[in-house]
Structures are given as C-alpha cells and as structure tokens.
C-alpha cells in the first residue's frame, strides 16, 4: 500500500491560525447583527430609496459586495443565503424607485455600474448552479452584446455613450442640462468638469449663472460617444462567458478591447479616454485624447482609466489566454511612474488627499513617490501616491519579474514607516497591499498575525458604529451602510487565497488557490481549518493548512485557481525535518494518526487533504497554465472525482 505523506502534529498552534479562524467566526456573528439592523426580512435596506437623479444605485449594493467572498473563503451557508435575499431585495426596492429596469441599472457610467456589479460577479461565483443568476448573467451581458439594446454600436466598435444600461445609451449625464456651479464644494477639489469652456478658466467663474449654465450644457454635450471607464463592461461580459464559454461573447469581449488598444497604438502607446460617436478620438474634446468622462482630466484620472485599463486588460487575457492584452495597462503604469515627483503628500493640493492622510497618519509628512493621476491643458497634475492595486493585479495576473518590478518600483516609493500594518477604512475594503508584498517576499513575516489583529479591530470598531447607529445622525446617510458593513476580507483573501481585494470598479473575483468542503459538498475551507499562502511566483505557490480543532478530523480540496484558468503540475510536501516529497497525480493511502493528501487521478488540478486534530501540512503547489477553457465551477465536483477514480497508490520518496 506505500506510507501516508505525514503532517506535523503540533505542540502548539500557530497564532496567525488561531487568529485567522477567530476572524471568521467574528465575521459570522457580524453580519447578522448588520442583516438585523438595517435590512428588513426581505433584504431590502431600511433607507428610503428616494433618487434626484441618476446617481446611487451602487450605494444600496455596496454594503454586501463581498460578501459572497466571504463565503467562498468558508463563511457559513447561511451567509450566502442572506446576501441572495439582499440582493433580490435592494433590486426590488431600486426598481420600484425607478433606477432598475429588468433588474438592470437604467443607465449610468461604468465607475459606477462596476461598484454595483461585485456583488452581483461574487453571487454568480459563489453558486454557479442557480440558474436564476446565471439567466441574469446572460440577459445583462446581451444588454452589450446584442445591438439591439442600442448601447453598442457594432459598425464602429463603441458602446454609444457615457451613461449606459437597460434603457440603452443615455444622452447626457442627466435628462436635461443642468447648471454646473461653484456652490458644489464638494467638488471643488476636482477642479474644471471640462477645461475648454469660453470664459470658464477656474473654479470660481463657476460663481457666475451664465457660466454654470455653459459649463452644465457643455458637459451634457460632451457626454456622448465612448469613454475609458466602460471598459469595465467587460466583466459582465467575461461573467456570462464563464458559463458555457459563449462564443460570441468572446468575440465580442476580443473586439472591443482591440478596439481601445488599437486607440492607444496610434496615441503614442498611451490610453486615451474618449470616442466621439462618429468614432473619432477625442472627436467631442477637437482632437485631444484627455479631456472625457470620467476621463485623465477629471475628476479622478488614473484610479478610473487605469483601473478600467487593467480590469479590462485582465478579462481579455482570461479569455483569450494572451498576456499581451494587459500591454495597454503597463503603459498607463509606466507612464504616471516615469512623470512621479517626490514630495510629502500632507503638502500637496492633491485631490484625493483626504484618503491618504487618513491611511497614513503621522507619516504623510514624509517624503514620497507621487504620481501624476490627472491630465489636462496644462500637462499632468494632481500628483498622489499609486493606487497600488492597478500595479499590484498586473503582476499577480501574469506573475512576470517585469510587472514585480513594477509594483517593487511604485513600493519603494512609499514613506518610510515604522507601522507598515496600519489600522483604516477603505471603501474598497483595500490598502494593504504593500506589507503584503514585504510577506510574500520574505521581510515582513509577521504580517499574518499583525494584519488579522487588525482586521479583528475592524470588525469590533464596525460593531460598535451598528450598536451606536439610533443616536448617531449620519446612520440616516446612503453611505453608512457601507462604512459600517462588517465582513471584511482583505486580509483573509490575501492570506487564504493568495488573492489581492477584487478590483473595485468591475473586477471579477479571480483567487490563485480555492478551497472545497467535501463533507459538506461547498466552497470553502472547512471548519477549524486554517490556511496560509506564504509564496505565489510564476508557476509555485506555498501553502500551509492547519487544524486548529484538538478533536475534530477534517478534509479539504484545495484547488489553483477559482475558474480552472491554471492547473496543478504537481506537489511538494515540505516535511518539519525540511525534507521534501515530490508528488504525482496518484493517490496515497491514508493512516490512523497522520495528516494525508491525495492527488485525485480525474481532476488534475484537485488535492485532497486530510488533516488529524491539531495538525498542519505545508504544501507547494506547482502550476501551469490550463488547457482547458475556464469556467464557473460548482463545488462538489472534486468529490465525484475522487469517489469514481479508481487509482493506484504509490509510496512518496523517503527522507
């Protein structure tokens, strides 16, 4: 029969386990508190969904966006079955205040849709079996894909303007012209809409009625056409594809995004961010390739053209299996990199800054590489710090030395810090990336207990904020929910998954290693169960499963990659003594007392492992790029597998 590749017995449980399993049981009795104490039992928010225009759909699905995520890490049942209701619930109450229409947002800019949209990608993830998500699934995409909707126009390659949905291309960024005054403070910071409007050379003409009056009637004009951001429409399209990998939603996917690199090309490599509706560049703005909605110019520029660049770029490589598509990204990253300046953020106009002295604290004041992230009349501007995720993605995508270098680059920028584990809130549940990247680099191995103590605080300061909300004004807000939503799983989807936090604006939920239950036939590591990703490189990934339980047996399917695009190669187990044991596609054996991992014969990218009470196994998974055509996957499949192969076991080399 051959011996059983052992796990270490331990004498005593890692911290980072013990934290990471206290984290989901935190999570699990936080968001039913948040379920309770605004939702009603239908799911619907208790907020009075009441619209002056077409912003705000996004706001009433964010609380719950990855929530989905969380079960796939191994949240409980119940958690899926809650966000379902919440999702079919804040439908129902946007549609009947008029912003849905078949369930489908009426029409606004792609920044937004992909916020909306997460929510939707995780559930479609997370249970690909409901044919309910997976009809809408192919009813939103079509929304593109069939020019019959109107949004695309498939003559010139465009979808046909800045505001899309159910109702088609919207005109304008409302239903009539409005006036566009210096009285949004809020906006100020953000400078001019549109930078070539007679008369209007800075914020305060704006103060002027007939100017606002120009610079609102300008803005609706220039509305029109295709902009940057809706590259993000790719993901919807990419989400139906994984279905039964559609062919002409491929096609479709292909297209559009060759269409935008095609755009690039001829503007010296670098993205542009509008189309007129003839098909011009830039033909709304006389030529200029800045200047669009949601464009370089305003009002973020880099977090939303680049962000739509990569998500975008991303998508046509996972269905075409060409990292060249991401060549488009890499520009826009080294672009900003190459116009960096260095300077304390604290003392910059910086539009964004208010984020990042939140983030930083004491250490805004230090010297650091700041991009640009706008571009208008007067060349680049508005420098800031990387969003680290657009860098950050590129690489884990294709994990090549010249995209790490990249992200090493835009870090080695960052202030020096004594606390590189800082405690904040980010909309996007994000921002750790950096000391992330110091772990799997070796330097900062005392990230996993240092970030799952924070997270840990996250949850109590959040619990704290839903117990405070009755005498708290702004819990009446439209964005309390999400300040307060509970599960947060950045640092668990770095540390289980070895997967950054989703791309924010339309990403879809990729993860580099997933778990299966094959006890109880769902996503997800099982209960007690622990994991760590420690390495991920271009085909290795170190991984560590441990058993927190002192009485409980557990089994666990570990997979590389969550729709099949990579497959397992073959298994190192790394023994305590620092011996190795190659592994091949066999089955071993298991024995009373030891922790076993089988390599299942009719799914190649599939182990199986099974772990005593208070045992832990590190692994390196070695990978390779699939064969076989991604796709959603429905748990339990790796268990039929393993129950029909008939396999013949071998005995691993000895120490």
């Keep these: 029969m051959g011996d059983a590749i052992q796990g270490h017995p331990l004498s005593e449980l890692p911290a980072w386990a013990v934290l990471e399993r206290r984290l989901f049981d935190e999570i699990e009795d936080a968001w039913r508190l948040f379920s309770t104490t605004f939702a009603e039992p239908d799911g619907r928010l208790r907020f009075a969904a009441e619209f002056v225009d077409r912003d705000g759909v996004d706001d009433l699905y964010e609380p719950f966006f990855n929530w989905p995520a969380f079960y796939l890490l191994g ?91 159910a109702l088609g291309p919207r005109p304008g960024l409302s239903d009539a012209p409005e006036p566009y005054s210096a009285d ?162 604290a003392e910059t106009p910086f539009s964004l800054r208010g984020g ?125 929910g999400q300040r307060v939503n509970p599960v947060v799983t950045e640092v668990l989807g770095q540390l289980v998954s070895g997967t950054p936090q989703v791309l924010y604006n339309g990403g879809l939920p990729f993860a580099a290693v997933v778990y299966e239950d094959p006890e109880r036939g769902r996503p997800g590591l099982p209960r007690d169960v622990a994991a760590l990703v420690s390495r991920l490189d271009a085909g290795d990934i170190d991984l560590a499963l441990v058993n927190t339980s002192t009485t409980r047996t557990h089994r666990v399917i570990v997979r590389t990659s969550r729709f099949g695009e990579r497959r397992l190669t073959g298994v190192t187990v790394r023994t305590r003594a620092g011996g190795e044991y190659p592994g091949r596609s066999t089955a071993y054996a298991a024995t009373p007392g030891t922790s076993t991992i089988h390599f299942l014969e009719l799914d190649s990218d599939v182990v199986e492992v099974e772990l005593r009470p208070a045992h832990r196994i590190d692994l390196t998974l070695h990978t390779a790029p699939s064969d076989a055509a991604p796709r959603h996957r429905a748990a339990g499949t790796a268990e039929r597998a393993a129950a029909a192969a008939s396999v013949r076991p071998t005995s691993p080399s000895k120490e």
Excluded at 146 to 160: K, Q, V
Excluded at 196 to 206: F, I, N, S, T
Excluded at 246 to 261: F, H, I, K, P
Aim: proline share 6%; aromatic share 10%; with cysteine.
């Design 184 to 345: 949004r403070a809020e906006m100020r910071p953000y400078g001019l809409p549109l930078e070539y409007v007679r008369a209007v050379e800075e914020w305060d003409d704006l103060a002027d009625p007939a100017l606002a009056a120009a610079m609102g009637e300008a803005m609706h004009r220039a509305a029109a056409g295709d902009v940057a951001v809706n590259l993000a429409a790719t993901s919807l399209v990419a989400n139906r594809w994984l279905y039964d990998g559609d062919e002409a939603s491929a096609a479709w996917l292909r297209a559009y995004v060759d269409g935008w690199r095609e755009r690039a090309a001829a503007n010296d490599g670098l993205l542009p961010d509008s189309v007129a509706p003839d098909g011009t560049t830039g033909g709304l703005h006389d030529g200029r390739w800045f200047g669009g909605h949601y464009g370089w110019t305003w009002p973020h520029g880099l977090p939303s053209v680049g962000m739509a660049a990569v998500i975008a770029g991303i998508n046509e490589a996972f269905v075409t299996g060409d990292d060249a598509a991401l060549d488009m990204a890499r520009t826009v990253l080294d672009t900003v990199l190459d116009n960096a300046i260095v300077a304390p953020i």
């Design 75 to 165: 949240g409980s049942d119940d958690v899926l079955a809650a966000a379902k209701r919440h999702w079919e619930g804040v439908t129902a109450q946007l549609t009947e205040a008029g912003m849905l229409t078949d369930e489908y947002e009426n029409g606004y800019d792609w920044f937004h849709q992909g916020e909306s949209l997460l929510f939707f990608y995780g559930l479609c993830a997370a249970d690909p079996a409901d044919r309910d998500f997976a009809e809408r699934a192919r009813r939103f995409s079509e929304l593109y894909t069939d020019a019959a909707h109107g949004n695309f126009d498939p003559a010139l390659g465009i979808i046909r303007a800045p505001h899309n949905g």
């Design 356 to 480: 990042w002295l939140a983030r930083w604290g004491a250490d805004a004041a230090r010297p650091a590489l700041l991009v640009p992230h706008r571009y208008g009349r007067h060349g680049w501007f508005d420098y800031g710090p990387m969003p680290l995720e657009l860098p950050l993605w590129v690489w884990w995508w294709s994990r090549r030395t010249d995209d790490l270098a990249r992200v090493r680059r835009a870090i080695a920028g960052l202030p020096a810090m004594e606390d590189p584990v800082k405690a904040f809130r980010d909309k996007a549940e994000a921002g750790h990336e950096a000391p992330w990247v110091a772990f799997l680099d070796g330097d900062l191995p005392e990230y996993p207990t240092r970030a799952l103590s924070m997270a840990l605080g996250q949850v109590a300061r959040r619990v704290a904020l839903m117990a405070a909300a009755a005498s708290d004004p702004d819990a009446a807000h439209l964005h309390f």
